[in-house]
Nanobody, 124 residues
Framework: QVQPVESGGGLLQAGGSLTLSCVHS????????MGWFRQAPGKERDFVSAITYDARATYYADSVNGRFTIRRDNAKNTVYLQMNNLKPEDTAVYYC?????????????????WGQGTQVTVVS
């Protein structure tokens, strides 16, 4: 499996903004729903956001709805996560993955090639 490559994380104060990027060099990227997940220290990896293959629909966890925006550029095999009004509870390692289109909340069935993620740290 091809690993996604996430980037764009950083350390910032609460209320700030950040845009994450994920490149997934898979030849069928344009046919796949893609999404973002995050894992805080000591916690499980949780769903954050997802976007259909054609960008016609987006999905968000309740905790980020209204603050985060997902988008994609199929020509660049890249999915983005624009994060605004960041809070300390958004601190986590952020990962992207292909999404199971039947749920739009979980990773594609059988996907195990998680990338290294990108660390986002928000301080108050």
């Amino acid at each position: 499996q091809v690993q996604p490559v996430e980037s764009g994380g950083g350390l910032l104060q609460a209320g700030g903004s950040l845009t994450l990027s994920c490149v997934h060099s898979y030849y069928t990227f344009g046919d796949r729903a893609m999404g973002w997940f995050r894992q805080a220290p000591g916690k499980e990896r949780d769903f954050v956001s997802a976007i259909t293959y054609d960008a016609r629909a987006t999905y968000y966890a309740d905790s980020v709805n209204g603050r985060f925006t997902i988008r994609r550029d199929n020509a660049k095999n890249t999915v983005y996560l624009q994060m605004n009004n960041l809070k300390p509870e958004d601190t986590a390692v952020y990962y992207c993955a292909p999404i199971d289109p039947s749920t739009m909340r979980s990773p594609q069935q059988g996907f195990s090639a998680w990338g290294q993620g990108t660390q986002v740290t928000v301080v108050s």
